[in-house]
């Protein structure tokens, strides 16, 4: 099911941690990885580089733009040959690639040749305006992607067991069959975690999950969790229990307004482990 993961790579701190999530699952899951970094093509087109070359003395914007744009390919190509080495001594397969674009955009086009895109909670740019891996670019990426996007924190931590957020809904459904089959190539175990005050609707789904993930012989812990789900969820993220939190992007009640409302921008925003979106 997951075969290829897509790095997004730049180079940053956060970027580093993603690349040591994405080794570690890909040795699990005995995939390869394609390192993409992505030369911002909004850097190229700041008009605050006319007036910072006529300010400090620099060649007109024209004529300064070849010596910005070779330096930044020129990082590009050290990004991802830091990125074949890591994986070289790793021995996860893996090809890289660059290309000049929008951010957002460009992992999006990037990521329909992959099974998955495994992304930092921020990067380098998260704070020009609308860029950050937080903001648009995240968002964007689990909406259009039409793939499983994992999100990473800003740590480490090797994974050892996972959880589903399940609320019934179809996003729900496939997120069960996604953490099945991680269950199952991984051996982590796996933990559904259901969100109601109502205790009907907490069996019926009780039901609903330990029957399907029965069909594929995945014996899972189920545990019901009450009160507002942004904070009951992220409650039970930041005990410690689990080190990977898997989740539909979109679904009932609040989990349906991902990123636009709270539940699941405030998870990813304050998750100490990785989250795996999917719809």
Same mark, same amino acid.
């Given at each position: 099911?997951?075969?290829?993961?897509?790095?997004?790579?730049?180079?940053?701190?956060?970027?580093?941690?993603?690349?040591?999530?994405?080794?570690?699952? &890909?040795?699990?899951?005995?995939?390869?990885?394609?390192?993409?970094?992505?030369?911002?093509?909004?850097?190229?087109?700041?008009?605050?580089?006319?007036?910072?070359?006529?300010?400090?003395?620099?060649?007109?914007?024209?004529?300064?733009?070849?010596?910005?744009?070779?330096?930044?390919?020129?990082?590009?190509?050290?990004?991802?040959?830091?990125?074949?080495?890591?994986?070289?001594?790793?021995?996860?397969?893996?090809?890289?690639?660059?290309?000049?674009?929008?951010?957002?955009?460009?992992?999006?086009?990037?990521?329909?040749?992959?099974?998955?895109?495994?992304?930092?909670?921020?990067?380098?740019?998260?704070?020009?305006?609308?860029?950050?891996?937080?903001?648009?670019?995240?968002? &964007?990426?689990?909406?259009?992607?039409?793939?499983?996007?994992?999100?990473?924190?800003?740590?480490?931590?090797?994974?050892?067991?996972?959880?589903?957020?399940?609320?019934?809904?179809?996003?729900?459904?496939?997120?069960?069959?996604?953490? @099945?089959?991680?269950?199952?190539?991984?051996?982590?175990?796996?933990?559904?975690?259901?969100?109601?005050?109502?205790?009907?609707? &907490?069996?019926?789904?009780?039901?609903?999950?330990?029957?399907?993930?029965?069909?594929?012989?995945?014996?899972?812990?189920?545990?019901?969790?009450?009160?507002?789900?942004?904070?009951?969820?992220?409650?039970?993220?930041?005990?410690?229990?689990?080190?990977?939190?898997?989740?539909? @992007?979109?679904?009932?009640?609040?989990?349906?307004?991902?990123?636009?409302?709270?539940?699941?921008?405030?998870?990813?925003?304050?998750?100490?482990?990785?989250?795996?979106?999917?719809?």
């Amino acid at each position: 099911m997951i075969r290829n993961i897509l790095v997004p790579t730049d180079g940053s701190e956060q970027g580093k941690i993603a690349l040591a999530y994405a080794l570690y699952i &890909a040795g699990r899951l005995g995939a390869s990885l394609t390192g993409l970094h992505v030369v911002d093509i909004r850097l190229l087109q700041a008009p605050v580089f006319s007036d910072i070359s006529g300010s400090v003395g620099l060649p007109p914007y024209q004529e300064f733009l070849p010596v910005v744009e070779g330096g930044l390919e020129a990082r590009a190509e050290t990004i991802l040959a830091a990125f074949q080495q890591r994986c070289g001594e790793a021995g996860v397969p893996a090809t890289a690639r660059k290309v000049m674009g929008v951010i957002d955009e460009s992992i999006i086009e990037a990521g329909r040749e992959a099974d998955g895109i495994l992304l930092a909670r921020r990067g380098e740019h998260f704070h020009l305006g609308s860029g950050g891996i937080l903001g648009s670019t995240a968002e &964007a990426v689990v909406r259009k992607a039409g793939k499983p996007v994992f999100v990473t924190p800003d740590t480490f931590r090797e994974i050892e067991s996972m959880a589903l957020a399940y609320d019934g809904s179809a996003p729900a459904r496939h997120a069960l069959s996604i953490a @099945a089959f991680l269950s199952e190539k991984t051996g982590w175990p796996l933990t559904v975690v259901l969100i109601t005050d109502n205790q009907t609707l &907490a069996a019926e789904r009780m039901k609903q999950a330990e029957e399907a993930l029965a069909d594929v012989g995945i014996n899972a812990q189920t545990i019901v969790l009450t009160g507002k789900e942004d904070k009951a969820l992220l409650r039970f993220v930041q005990e410690g229990a689990v080190e990977l939190m898997v989740m539909g @992007a979109y679904g009932h009640g609040r989990l349906r307004e991902l990123f636009v409302g709270s539940t699941t921008s405030a998870i990813i925003r304050k998750s100490p482990i990785p989250v795996l979106l999917t719809r």
